[in-house]
């Protein structure tokens, strides 16, 4: 089945100490998204890329970063990790920015210590 | 600016009782994109529908249907008949595409709770 894939699902790492969190997909959209959830708050948009474009949230820290080396997949870098950014993190994709359904992944827990 | 609204933060009912989520939005744009998505224990978030403004068909998908009302801005997402597996945390989303923007605006969610 086409599916967003992400790994892990779940990581540990220590303060401070960078960390890559990654995301795959079978569905060859052309766009992918990286969402923050903490606990028990809505989803909020990281950044996102149309292809190759790099797309960042006016609001997004400079402590995370994405890379996006081909369609199917996009990492998110986390350079410092502070205990704030303890979350799930979601990686989502569409098929264009015409197209607005965005079908997520099962998400990475990410804990900080 | 946009900002969707679903008051109830955690709804109970007991099984195969009916339960509606309500969901009000904010938007100065003509044309937006509203949505629905179920985030199970799990933690997926999964994609259930999407509404354009242009669009004010209510619609029905064996036991969802939803009802979208451009007049009060709300688009209500009812279960019949709820069972223990609809128990998730729904999230009611939004997006205005007018301005460039291509972020799904989230309300808060509303936790369900169906109780067998």
């Known amino acids: 089945d086409a599916m967003v894939i992400q790994n892990p699902r779940y990581q540990v790492t220590q303060f401070g100490k960078p960390v890559t969190l990654s995301c795959s997909q079978t569905?060859?959209?052309?766009?992918m998204y990286w969402y923050q959830q903490k606990s028990s708050q809505a989803p909020k948009l990281l950044f996102h890329y149309y292809d190759k474009d790099f797309n960042n949230e006016a609001d997004t820290p400079d402590n995370f970063q994405s890379r996006r080396p081909n369609t199917s997949f996009c990492f998110l870098d986390i350079r410092s990790p502070g205990l704030g950014d303890a979350a799930m993190y979601l990686c989502a994709t569409s098929r264009s920015q015409s197209s607005y359904e965005q079908y997520f992944g099962p998400g990475t827990r990410l804990t900080v210590t | 600016a946009q900002k969707v609204t679903q008051a109830q933060t955690e709804i109970s009912v007991v099984e195969k009782e009916d339960v509606t989520l309500d969901c009000v939005y904010e938007?100065?744009?003509?044309?937006?994109?509203l949505f629905w998505y179920k985030q199970p224990p799990s933690g997926e978030l999964v994609f259930l529908i999407r509404?354009?403004?242009?669009?004010?068909q209510n619609e029905i998908s064996g036991r969802y249907s939803w009802n979208f009302q451009k007049s009060t801005s709300s688009f209500n997402f009812t279960i019949t008949a709820s069972q223990v597996v609809d128990s998730a945390v729904y999230f009611c989303a939004l997006l205005s595409p007018g301005a460039g923007s291509y972020q799904l605006t989230f309300g808060k969610g509303t936790k369900l709770s169906v109780i067998p």
């Open positions: 509404r354009n403004s242009f669009d004010e």
């Open positions: 569905l060859n959209h052309n766009v």
């Open positions: 938007t100065r744009d003509t044309t937006y994109y």
